[in-house]
């Protein structure tokens, strides 16, 4: 884990060749989304493309966007992640594989080397980087220890964004005490809200969540806002209906009904205890009951609206859910097929609308009206951002032509 005071160094190179210093928070959403599409390419499972992310994130602590290629550090990530999570793969597929993807037109990558030992030469400085820490912790583990569908066995799913629930990752609460919890049972929920879950876990890698807060701190935050998107029934409530429907099914002053006589045979099998009713959960009374810091933890859901507010105004195609968790969880009016809102202020000149502070933008410098051009922000023109930014870093880098003094070059050549 790091502050943020070490994230703002880490990118201090960067913003001295970038207009906009939100260019910035939009290529950790650029570059989450061109592992996860590589990672889908070659078919590795969650878990693989989240220790890539994180491989790329811990990498560029140490270094910046314009004095390296990230396109051959994030073939470098993904190869390494690879070996690391037990699902290595050959590296002239991986080669192959980003070769191809690197080259399309949003990317415009032409130069991406067919050299397997360029790769290879990359995984040892990303090693030496990372420390030889190869092992990373990841929020799934946290999510399936607190909670399970409704039917009571453990998450599991086809589909490839999960991946990793039938498996069992890691320590669940069978298995040991949760340091940061009461280790008291599971939090039941719908499959559509676990599934929730595990994709707001899954978005939280476009920013740098990963490097600023535990994993269980951020599966909790998950959980948090799985309850605004589906939200839970009360205990009380329920136990309410369930009594009014029983005052009004029953008398008043209720006779014990007659009970029918029963052989020997069914005596000596009868159950010796009645089974009483399941009782309803408290979701808040659970999350309550867990050793954390719940005002971090409504941090840690705030800078994920955050991050879906941002992600909202970036085309992608890669999660089309981006923008309709961001419109559920900022009651934006937005429809499904809108454009994203205009926000008040001169754009700049990096074609960014500019921000007082560089924070999200609120509801008040937002525009209620729809641009009818379509602004987005694109993967052809964060390339090109970064594109230029290395440019501008060779040309400070080269060597500059001296002025010579004429007078004294004669001087010295006549002796």
């Known amino acids: 884990m790091v502050d943020r005071a070490t994230l703002a160094q880490a990118r201090y190179d960067d913003l001295q060749y970038v207009d906009d210093p939100e260019c910035l928070d939009f290529l950790a959403i650029y570059f989450a989304n061109l592992i996860t599409k590589l990672g889908k390419k070659l078919q590795f499972r969650q878990r693989v493309i989240a220790t890539a992310t994180v491989f790329f994130r811990r990498f560029y602590l140490k270094n910046s966007y314009c004095e390296t290629d990230p396109f051959t550090v994030i073939a470098a990530c993904c190869y390494l992640a690879a070996k690391a999570e037990e699902s290595p793969i050959h590296i002239k597929v991986i080669v192959a594989e980003s070769r191809a993807m690197f080259s399309q037109e949003n990317y415009n990558v032409k130069n991406f080397s067919s050299d397997n030992s360029k790769i290879a030469e990359m995984e040892f400085y990303l090693v030496d980087d990372l420390e030889g820490d190869l092992i990373v912790f990841h929020p799934y583990r946290t999510l399936l220890s607190l909670c399970r569908k409704e039917s009571g066995t453990h998450a599991s799913s086809s589909n490839s964004e999960e991946g990793e629930a039938d498996e069992g990752p890691g320590v669940g609460i069978e298995d040991g005490p949760r340091y940061w919890g009461t280790g008291e049972g599971q939090l039941e929920l719908t499959s559509a809200a676990l599934q929730t879950a595990w994709s707001i876990i899954n978005d939280t890698y476009r920013s740098q969540l990963c490097l600023l807060h535990p994993p269980h701190l951020i599966a909790i935050a998950s959980i948090y806002?799985?309850?605004?998107?589906?939200?839970?029934?009360?205990?009380?409530?329920?136990?309410?209906?369930?009594?009014?429907?029983?005052?009004?099914?029953?008398?008043?002053?209720?006779?014990?009904?007659?009970?029918?006589?029963?052989?020997?045979?069914?005596?000596?099998?009868?159950?010796?205890?009645?089974?009483?009713?399941?009782?309803?959960?408290?979701?808040?009374?659970?999350?309550?009951?867990?050793?954390?810091?719940?005002?971090?933890?409504?941090?840690?859901?705030?800078?994920?609206?955050?991050?879906?507010?941002?992600?909202?105004?970036?085309?992608?195609?890669?999660?089309?859910?981006?923008?309709?968790?961001?419109?559920?969880?900022?009651?934006?009016?937005?429809?499904?097929?809108?454009?994203?809102?205009?926000?008040?202020?001169?754009?700049?000149?990096?074609?960014?609308?500019?921000?007082?502070?560089?924070?999200?933008?609120?509801?008040?410098?937002r525009d209620d009206t729809v641009d009818p051009e379509g602004n987005y922000i694109t993967p052809a023109f964060l390339s090109s951002v970064l594109q230029r930014m290395r440019e501008a870093k060779l040309m400070d880098m080269a060597p500059r032509p001296v002025a010579v003094n004429k007078r004294l070059e004669r001087t010295l050549a006549a002796g």
């Open 225 to 365: 806002l799985t309850f605004i998107l589906h939200p839970p029934a009360r205990p009380d409530a329920a136990h309410t209906l369930d009594q009014d429907h029983a005052n009004e099914s029953s008398p008043e002053h209720p006779t014990p009904a007659r009970q029918p006589r029963r052989s020997s045979r069914q005596a000596n099998h009868a159950p010796s205890h009645t089974t009483s009713p399941k009782k309803p959960q408290d979701p808040i009374a659970f999350l309550a009951d867990l050793n954390v810091s719940l005002p971090l933890v409504a941090s840690i859901a705030q800078e994920i609206i955050s991050l879906y507010t941002l992600w909202d105004r970036y085309k992608e195609d890669v999660s089309p859910e981006a923008s309709k968790l961001a419109r559920e969880l900022t009651n934006s009016p937005m429809s499904s097929g809108a454009s994203p809102l205009k926000r008040t202020g001169s754009r700049s000149e990096s074609g960014l609308a500019s921000t007082s502070g560089g924070g999200t933008p609120s509801a008040e410098n």
